[in-house]
């Protein structure tokens, strides 16, 4: 594990392998281990000829911690991923977000496109327009002083995953505690990089797939079958939509 600073923040990262660059970007609450090693993404990524590059979010994994909600958001998230980028002399790159990382990958592609060569958006359907659910529930539960003490079914998830992981609860609050950064549909219909959308179909977080896909031009959509939010991560029907994806692209 490597690290660098964005704007005064110390982040974790993982750089591997060699060829055309990808990075990945990890959703809330979990971390680039959990998210890209541990489910097989970088043997998988680098198997197929690329390097694989993954950043631990503020707030994350081994990044350093905030404790205050402003230090958070998806903009200035895309922000640390584009300085990952310039820290490593990476000037285009493929990337793939899950969850909230699809968010921070939307708004890459929206913000700064020459940057990327494609932009996978894993668990993220159309809920991409709406702020994150339960927000306040899942920013309580997770500084309850016990997981018994969390009784909405959402937030008692997250406690329990964060509690699984060993993450900072604290941060993770935080960070659920800061206003989305959203997009609209006329924000979407200015993406002009190959976009593919992948969501499971037992998925009841991210939203409706096919409306996401809608709304990008040219953009694929990619169902992960019988997989919820959590378990599509690692899925063999994922990763191999992810590799034939790549390969088609220019």
Same mark, same amino acid.
């Given at each position: 594990?490597?690290?660098?600073?964005?704007?005064?923040?110390?982040?974790?990262?993982?750089?591997?392998?060699?060829?055309?660059p990808?990075?990945?970007?990890?959703g809330?609450?979990?971390?680039?281990?959990?998210?890209?090693?541990?489910?097989?993404?970088?043997d998988?990524?680098?198997?197929?000829?690329?390097?694989?590059?993954?950043?631990?979010?503020?707030?994350?994994?081994?990044?350093?911690?905030?404790?205050?909600?402003?230090?958070?958001?998806?903009?200035?998230?895309?922000?640390?991923?584009?300085?990952?980028?310039?820290?490593?002399?990476?000037?285009?790159?493929?990337?793939?977000?899950?969850?909230?990382?699809?968010?921070?990958?939307?708004?890459?592609?929206?913000?700064?496109?020459?940057?990327?060569?494609?932009?996978?958006?894993?668990?993220?359907?159309?809920?991409?327009?709406?702020g994150?659910p339960?927000?306040q529930?899942?920013? %309580?539960?997770?500084?309850?002083?016990?997981?018994?003490?969390?009784?909405?079914?959402?937030?008692?998830?997250?406690?329990?995953?964060?509690?699984?992981?060993?993450?900072?609860?604290?941060?993770?609050?935080?960070?659920?505690?800061?206003?989305?950064?959203?997009?609209?549909?006329?924000?979407?219909?200015?993406?002009?990089?190959?976009?593919?959308?992948?969501?499971?179909?037992?998925? %009841?977080?991210?939203?409706?797939?096919?409306?996401?896909?809608?709304?990008?031009?040219?953009?694929?959509?990619?169902?992960i079958?019988?997989?919820?939010?959590?378990r599509?991560?690692?899925?063999?029907?994922?990763?191999?939509?992810?590799?034939?994806?790549?390969?088609?692209?220019?």
């Amino acid at each position: 594990m490597s690290t660098f600073h964005s704007d005064g923040i110390e982040l974790a990262f993982r750089d591997e392998g060699e060829g055309d660059p990808i990075l990945l970007i990890h959703g809330f609450a979990s971390s680039l281990d959990v998210n890209w090693v541990g489910p097989g993404w970088f043997d998988t990524l680098k198997r197929d000829g690329r390097r694989v590059i993954a950043i631990d979010n503020r707030g994350h994994g081994a990044s350093e911690k905030l404790y205050d909600p402003a230090f958070y958001g998806a903009d200035l998230m895309a922000g640390d991923a584009f300085n990952l980028l310039d820290h490593l002399g990476i000037d285009q790159a493929d990337v793939m977000g899950y969850s909230m990382g699809a968010r921070i990958t939307a708004l890459m592609a929206i913000k700064r496109p020459e940057r990327l060569r494609s932009a996978i958006l894993g668990g993220m359907g159309e809920g991409l327009l709406r702020g994150a659910p339960n927000a306040q529930a899942i920013a %309580e539960g997770l500084v309850a002083p016990s997981v018994d003490d969390v009784p909405h079914p959402m937030a008692k998830m997250f406690r329990k995953f964060a509690e699984a992981t060993g993450a900072d609860r604290k941060a993770l609050s935080a960070c659920m505690r800061m206003q989305r950064s959203l997009v609209d549909e006329a924000m979407l219909a200015t993406i002009k990089v190959p976009v593919l959308v992948a969501v499971g179909t037992e998925d %009841e977080v991210s939203g409706d797939l096919d409306a996401l896909v809608a709304l990008i031009p040219g953009a694929e959509a990619l169902p992960i079958p019988r997989r919820d939010h959590n378990r599509a991560v690692g899925d063999k029907v994922y990763k191999e939509g992810v590799l034939s994806f790549l390969g088609r692209r220019p």
